[in-house]
């Protein structure tokens, strides 16, 4: 669900969170599939951080000449940018499979 393929440098990521004790496992788990939760530190460790965010990220956008009417418009080059490149993925893989 991350779209993500590193796979090792996720489940080093995944046992790094579980040992600061920010996540946990929710449900049962399978070889294939585990799900994983935010604990009630994680989640106060992550409404401190978007909340210091909120604080220091607005000024600083401020002081840049015209950053709302840029950010859109870069933001529809991404949007576009990242479309084109899952259709070219999805091009590259049935190419591959054909005779």
């Known amino acids: 669900m991350l779209n993500r393929v590193d796979v090792p440098n996720l489940q080093y990521t995944t046992r790094k969170l ?7 496992t929710a449900g049962s ?10 604990t009630e530190s994680g989640r106060s460790v992550t409404e401190a951080y978007a909340s210091l965010r909120a604080e220091t990220l607005p000024p600083m956008l401020e002081a840049l000449d015209g950053w709302a009417e840029k950010s859109e418009a870069a933001g529809s ?21 054909q005779p």
Not at 18 to 24: D, K, N, T, V
Not at 29 to 38: D, F, G, H
Not at 77 to 97: D, F, N, P
């Open 18 to 24: 579980m040992r600061a004790g920010l996540i946990e």
């Open 29 to 38: 788990s399978s070889r294939k599939e585990t799900r994983y939760r935010a």
């Open 77 to 97: 080059y991404l949007e576009l940018i990242s479309s084109l490149y899952a259709q070219a993925a999805q091009v590259a893989i049935t190419r591959r499979h």
